[in-house]
T-cell receptor
Framework: RKEVEQDPGPFNVPEGATVAFNCTYSNSASQSFFWYRQDCRKEPKLLMS???SGNEDGRFTAQLNRASQYISLLIRDSKLSDSATYLC??????????????FGTGTSLTVIP | NAGVTQTPKFQVLKTGQSMTLQCAQDMNHNSMYWYRQDPGMGLRLIYYSASEGTTDKGEVPNGYNVSRLNKREFSLRLESAAPSQTSVYFC?????????????FGPGTRLLVL
């Protein structure tokens, strides 16, 4: 079983639409959770961290459900510039080996004019 | 700050050739990582270094070696390149700020092995 699973999409949505991505993780001891954005042929960049209480950054809202082990990202009022691949990332900390990050394969979003 | 830098950006090798991918970070992070990214596979960890002087294998270490030269630099070496090592390689470093660990990536190295 993969550590982190995401629906690869693609999601093709019109400008102004609301779109939601979900991700599940297998290790209940995971400690930190993130959404990264990756543009074509570029490196992943941190979009936002995800907290248990939920957090919002402008048009982006992230939620974490530890009981069900899933993470979500909601994008409101989609812009053309939101077109990218969104990676769900989970961090676990180990005493001897430090921090380990586990990546989903990414969900592709295309916002259409 | 430059963040995480990688060289080279692109490289073409013939099967059996060797090369070293360089990575450096100027953020004073303890942990550094090497990943490869292939279509449909996501990012897979090759090696990581939790601190200066230590290195450990990740998910796909075969065919690679690493050196944590100092706190800033973490290099990845392919001793005898194979076509299966054609990929995009990303170096990353991470910080632990009051329990929240965040990872930052370099721009990547695109490697083609013929």
């Amino acid at each position: 079983r993969k550590e982190v699973e995401q629906d690869p999409g693609p999601f093709n949505v019109p400008e102004g639409a609301t779109v939601a991505f979900n991700c599940t993780y297998s290790n209940s001891a995971s400690q930190s959770f993130f959404w990264y954005r990756q543009d074509c042929r570029k490196e992943p960049k941190l979009l936002m961290s995800v907290y248990s209480s939920g957090n919002e950054d402008g048009r982006f809202t992230a939620q974490l459900n530890r009981a069900s082990q899933y993470i979500s990202l909601l994008i409101r009022d989609s812009k053309l510039s939101d077109s990218a691949t969104y990676l769900c990332v989970v961090n676990s900390r180990f005493k001897d080996s430090g921090n380990q990050f586990y990546f989903g394969t990414g969900t592709s979003l295309t916002v259409i004019p | 700050n430059a963040g995480v830098t990688q060289t080279p950006k692109f490289q073409v090798l013939k099967t059996g050739q060797s090369m070293t991918l360089q990575c450096a970070q100027d953020m004073n992070h303890n942990s550094m990582y090497w990943y490869r990214q292939d279509p449909g596979m996501g990012l897979r960890l090759i090696y990581y270094s939790a601190s200066e002087g230590t290195t450990d294998k990740g998910e796909v270490p075969n065919g690679y070696n690493v050196s944590r030269l100092n706190k800033r630099e973490f290099s990845l070496r392919l001793e005898s390149a194979a076509p299966s090592q054609t990929s995009v390689y990303f170096c990353a470093s991470s910080e632990d700020r009051r329990g929240l660990v965040t990872q930052y990536f370099g721009p990547g190295t695109r490697l083609l092995v013929l």
